[in-house]
């Protein structure tokens, strides 16, 4: 076999495994709002939902909520948050502060979903994520909690939040 066809097969190779192809590995779709899905949920917090009780620190009535800078020539704030639902799901996002706050907060087709689970003073959170050069992925990370919520994120009353997660 030719050098050349060596190298056409590796092409040929390196791009049905990777996510160029996305017939053949594509894991999640995107909804109407921009936010991804996975196709098929393997969230481990899901097999076993937590339910959130009374005297849990985590309110399913406020909107917990963190800002960050990213420099990339020059300084952004961004600040992103996290809402509770009580059969175990959450959503996360970024705020678009020009925009009407409760309108985001409640839409829950956009941002990112997934599960979590209070054990002690910690929450764990598992949350399905699209990056540039994957497919979708489950990150699972633990948050430390205080008496007033999360530790490092601001928790706000909003009594007006609406929906129910399909995830």
Known sequence: MGWQKLVILSLLGVLIQSC??????????????????????KFKLAKTP?????????????IYSTSFKM?????????????????????????DTSGPLLDQ???LKKGNVGYYKIEGNTI?????I???QDCGK?????????QDGIKGYIHTLVSALSGTPDW
């Open 138 to 146: 489950y990150h699972e990370y633990t948050l430390p909690l205080s």
């Open 130 to 132: 699209v990056g540039a």
């Open 50 to 62: 937590y339910i959130l009780k009374k005297e849990d620190v985590i309110k399913t009535n406020h």
């Open 20 to 41: 160029c192809t996305p017939l053949l590995q594509k894991k999640f779709y995107t909804t109407e709002f921009g936010g991804e899905r996975p196709l098929k949920s």
């Open 105 to 107: 907060y409640n839409n």
């Open 71 to 95: 420099d990339g020539g020059k300084k952004s704030e961004y600040t992103s948050f996290l809402r509770f639902f009580s059969d175990g799901r959450f959503i996360s996002n970024a705020l």
């Open 124 to 128: 764990r959170l598992e949350e399905f």
